[in-house]
């Protein structure tokens, strides 16, 4: 039997599972894809809020994605929490290693309810390290602000994410003030374009995870970034829709609803 494309994916680890590496297996599974994982923080979370962290040591995260790369074919990167300036340096000389192999970024800054997850310097190291090898970038609204400090809208944010050397931006407009939900495809200094959605009651934990590393799952298996940008939204949508309560918390993304029947 032929093995499915392999994603090597940079995240923290959620005790919880609604984010983190274990959302990222989740929705690379449901891309059809296997998931290879590099932890690069322990966290104490729940469905409310991130309470702790703690970055692993850098050496311990290039041991860790050295020994996946020396025996496994990877045909993508995704990136999630990174947790320390050290991390980013470390994950930056591995991809320019590999260059050959798209870069799936979310920008994780902060928790789903708004804890931050990092400073002034991990921004600045992102900017300079990471978005120059960056295939698709996906931040949220907040993110996209934080990024491009300086720019007055969404639209010269991601214009700016492109000049840093991003080649797409896929700005997500939940955290925005809007009826629907508009996520706007950015490249070669143009908006590509807007993908917009039913907005949906209630708030989610781990909906940026589930898109970047579905998408990225995606590109794994051969799509291009706007086919890809637009399946993995649509998935990750369905997750939504279809997510469940198991705590006091925010709802979790449904990620293996395509697994069950009508009946549930």
Known sequence: MKSPP???VFAGHDPSGGAGIQADIEARASQGCHAA????????????????FRPLDAVELIAQARAVLEDMPVATFKLGMLGSVENIEAIHTILNDYPEIP???????????GTGLGGPELIEAMQVLLLPM??????????ARALARGADTLDAC???LLDAGTDYVLVTGTHEDSRHVDNRLYHED???ETFTWERLPGSYHGSGCTLASSLAGLLA???DPLAAAHEAQDYTWNALRQGYRPGLGQQLPNRLFWTRDDDG
């Open 6 to 8: 392999v994603v090597l």
């Open 37 to 52: 994982t590099v932890i690069t923080a322990l966290t104490v979370q729940d469905t409310r809020d991130v309470q702790d």
């Open 103 to 113: 870069v799936v970024f979310d920008p994780v800054l902060a928790s789903g309810c």
């Open 134 to 143: 960056t295939t698709v970038l996906t931040p949220n609204s907040p993110e």
């Open 158 to 160: 991601a214009l700016s």
């Open 190 to 192: 143009r908006l590509l």
């Open 221 to 223: 298996r051969g799509l």
